[in-house]
Nanobody, 122 residues
Framework: QVQLVESGGGLVQAGGPLRLSCAASGSIFSINAMGWYRRAPGKQRELVAAITSGGSTNYADSVKGRFTISRDNAKNTVYLQMNSLKPEDTAVYYC????????????????WGQGTQVTVSS
């Protein structure tokens, strides 16, 4: 129905930048909110940033001022620009999209990417 492909993770030194991308494809009728979550070793998954279809954004306190979420509606893609990375940002980052598909336009569901590892070395 909806497939999400993430890219951009990797190893970076503390203070450096990384940019994550997540492209949605499939039988998409509409996309509502898009966001990024992360799960660090031994911790629960947490919301990092989210953006609505209208462009309103929401960030975890721990990343405010360092991370920026954006979306390209024409490409069904969401981005996460991460600057001033810290070792505590190390985690698997997951893309999340709330979307409706063409054969069920009134029902929205959450879809998840496979996850991309971000490792920040000190």
């Amino acid at each position: 129905q909806v497939q999400l492909v993430e890219s951009g993770g990797g190893l970076v030194q503390a203070g450096g930048p990384l940019r994550l991308s997540c492209a949605a494809s499939g039988s998409i009728f509409s996309i509502n909110a898009m966001g990024w979550y992360r799960r660090a070793p031994g911790k629960q998954r947490e919301l990092v940033a989210a953006i609505t279809s209208g462009g309103s954004t929401n960030y975890a306190d721990s990343v405010k001022g360092r991370f920026t979420i954006s979306r390209d509606n024409a490409k069904n893609t969401v981005y996460l620009q991460m600057n001033s990375l810290k070792p505590e940002d190390t985690a698997v980052y997951y893309c999340n999209v709330r979307a409706a598909v063409v054969h069920s336009i009134w029902d929205e569901h959450d879809y998840w990417g496979q996850g991309t590892q971000v490792t920040v070395s000190s």
